[in-house]
């Protein structure tokens, strides 16, 4: 029986992590049954991803696989398989929780980098040019307001994006 009690401890080496995260609470609810690969629409195209894959490999205590693949990052969050789900099992909000893992742990992809530094920035993803700026009168639409910057620049270093975009910066 130490066989059974030690494989129990394992499974629940990852999933206790992501189930003591804000939207993973729900992670050991899940048998198994596969209804939200066959809802997702990014399954249907991209054999690489498969959410009832990433919980089972997180119930089995693989967290390295998890967080240093691209899967958990493949999401769309379109929450049809949170919809579907029998166990009620919060998928979309669990992988959420995985993506915060794996940034912490600087397994993001650069784009999210990238982001981050434009917004410490300039405020915005994407710049736009004073071509386009001009432009919009005449599509009826309001000159840009100011984006907060300094603002953004609190909320990105409390979140811990600050430090990680200026690296991004020095690249
Ligand atoms: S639908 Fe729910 S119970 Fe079924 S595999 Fe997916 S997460 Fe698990
Ligand atoms: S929320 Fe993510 S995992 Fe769920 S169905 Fe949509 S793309 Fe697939």
């Known amino acids: 029986m130490k066989h059974g009690k030690e494989e129990k401890t394992t499974v ?21 049954c596969g209804t939200c690969a066959s809802s997702c629409p990014v399954a249907k195209i991209n054999p690489q991803f498969n959410p009832r894959e990433i919980i089972k490999l997180s119930l089995l205590g693989e967290e ?21 789900c029998p166990q009620k099992v919060e998928i979309a909000d669990v992988i959420y929780a995985l993506r915060n893992i794996a940034f912490e742990e600087q397994h993001s992809p650069d784009i999210y980098l990238e982001f981050a530094s434009a917004l ?41 994006l600050g430090g990680q975009s200026q690296k991004e910066e020095a690249k």
């Open 12 to 32: 629940l080496s990852f999933s206790n992590p992501v189930k003591s995260r804000l939207g993973g609470e729900t992670i050991t609810r899940c048998y198994q």
């Open 64 to 84: 390295a696989e998890v967080i240093s693949s691209d899967a958990v990052w493949l999401c769309c969050s379109c929450y049809n398989c949170q919809e579907r």
């Open 120 to 160: 410490m920035n300039n405020g915005r993803l994407i710049p736009i040019s004073k071509f386009l700026e001009k432009k919009r009168p005449d599509y009826g639409l309001p000159p840009l307001q100011p984006t907060g910057v300094e603002a953004l620049k609190k909320i990105l270093s409390a979140i811990g």
